[in-house]
């Protein structure tokens, strides 16, 4: 079965401290791992796709097949990161995105 | 560039009644893939048009259907409403045959069942 399995709810942290999202998926082929943002009144937006190997907003996730796992990173949180974050898979040869219950990264000041 | 627009932003029904759904997928987009996201949960995949034909399905009855016009917008249909359905819908678009690029997303159309 075809799952992303993100495991905390919410993530609080302080500003500068370094942040991880977790993302752990279920495919058997090759997927494609996607991060999707949603800040406070704003839209779902695409953060960063693993294919493309780039850091946004200071943003890193390195697709790791033997843990099945994508995690988010980055050394150093800020106030603005704020928002909450999605892990999403797509199959290869498919067209759907299959997301996580997502993590609300909450960012003090 | 115009971004996905979705009409409208919220919507009282009440169970059995019918609903329909709009989306403008942004400037040069062919592909239009629609979610549902309840509460506390992340979006699920319902279908995806390509070409005014429907290009895949996820896990969802047939009163969930839904249609392509020529200048790619879309609509979502949903009869016979439960009380489940109450949700966010998200619609996203992308320009590909198969949408196999970014998918981006409206600003949803937020659903209440009552």
């Known amino acids: 079965a075809q799952r992303v399995t993100q495991p905390e709810k919410l993530l609080s942290v302080f500003k500068g401290a370094p942040v991880e999202l977790k993302c752990n998926y279920s495919y058997s082929g090759s997927p494609e791992l996607f991060w999707y943002v949603q800040y406070s009144r704003q839209r779902l937006q695409l953060l960063l796709r693993?294919?493309s190997r780039e850091s946004i907003k200071g943003f890193t996730a390195d697709l790791n097949k033997g843990e099945t796992s994508f995690h988010l990173k980055k050394p150093f949180a800020q106030e603005e990161d704020s928002a909450m974050y999605y892990c999403a898979l797509r199959g290869d040869s498919s067209y759907k995105l299959i997301f996580g219950s997502g993590t609300r990264l909450l960012v003090r000041p | 560039e115009t971004g996905v627009t979705q009409s409208p932003t919220h919507l009282i029904k009440t169970r059995g009644q019918q609903v329909t759904l709009r989306c403008s997928s942004q400037s040069g987009h062919n592909t239009v893939s629609w979610y549902q996201q309840a509460l506390g949960q992340g979006p699920q995949f319902i279908f995806q048009y390509y070409r005014e034909e429907e290009n895949g399905r996820g896990n969802f009855p047939p009163r969930f259907s839904g249609l392509q016009f020529p200048n790619y917008s879309s609509e979502l249909n949903v009869n016979a409403l439960e009380l489940d359905d109450s949700a966010l819908y998200l619609c996203a678009s992308s320009l590909a045959g198969r949408g196999a690029e970014t998918q981006y997303f409206g600003p949803g159309t937020r659903l209440l069942v009552l």
């Open positions: 693993h294919i």
